[in-house]
């Protein structure tokens, strides 16, 4: 099973990028009339701006009010769509601990610790002709342990210290790879003892997302969760 983010990537791209363009001209022409004292040209421009933003608006927040919440099962991934190509993410293995690191060094959880590793997939059967094979760097990423109740809990600093001390560093969600490549990255989370029916959610951290019309991180969209239950070690 798989899920995309956003979908139709290169469409609500354009889209987005076509209602800057046209929200910069508005801005443009409202300080030409405002410098000419043209009445024209300040109608024109304001008028252009108002109807670009609230139609964009009402078309990002009627997508997002649309969309649904899932949870992928075992094996299911999360592809992140690029203009030419897209990133597939899945968890691959998960333990728990209340403690670890070698004896001298352990470290206690305040409540247990997941150990999360996840797969990185370039998947090469995205790949647009023209793009050839150069190395894609993924944009940056933010991971969350989500619980039935909707807590958040981000990864644990001193966790990842003790892991990466005690396994050897990990391959961070940022490497670049070429198509058909991946790699492993192992997560450690700090949750409570009560935390039920975890779910993992990596998204994007870029602040522009926000406003692409069907990604996950605009507003009041629902997400895509990779699931734990019935992984192997979980």
């Not at 966790?159 to 050897?168: F, M, T, V, Y």
Request: net charge neutral; charged share 20%; aromatic share 10%.
């Amino acid at each position: 099973m798989a899920e995309f983010t956003p979908k139709f990537a290169p469409v609500v791209v354009l889209l987005f990028l076509g209602s800057v363009l046209l929200l910069g001209f508005s801005f443009l022409v409202l300080l030409y009339g405002t410098v000419r004292r043209s009445s024209l040209f300040l109608k024109l421009g304001g008028g252009t701006a108002l109807t670009v933003g609230i139609g964009y608006f009402i078309l990002l927040a009627g997508v997002s009010f649309a969309s649904s919440e899932k949870v992928l099962p075992p094996g299911g991934r999360k592809y992140f769509c690029e203009i030419d190509c897209h990133l597939a993410y899945s968890v691959v293995d998960v333990q728990s601990a209340g403690a670890f690191g070698p004896e001298m060094q352990q470290i206690t959880a305040q409540g247990k610790f997941e150990i999360v590793r996840v797969k990185t997939w370039f998947d090469e059967k995205t790949v647009s002709p023209k793009r050839g094979n150069g190395p894609l760097t993924p944009n940056r990423r933010r991971v969350l342990l989500v619980d039935e109740q909707g807590r958040r809990f981000p990864l644990s600093l001193e966790g990842q210290i003790a892991l990466e001390r005690n396994n050897g560093s990990t391959t961070p969600l940022t490497q670049a790879l070429r198509p058909g490549e991946s790699y492993t990255t192992d997560l450690i989370f700090d949750v409570p003892n009560d935390a039920e029916r975890l779910r993992l959610l990596i998204i994007e951290d870029d602040p522009e997302t926000h406003f692409v019309i069907g990604h996950e991180n605009s507003l009041y969209h629902k997400k895509i969760y990779l699931g734990l239950e019935g992984i192997p070690g979980a």
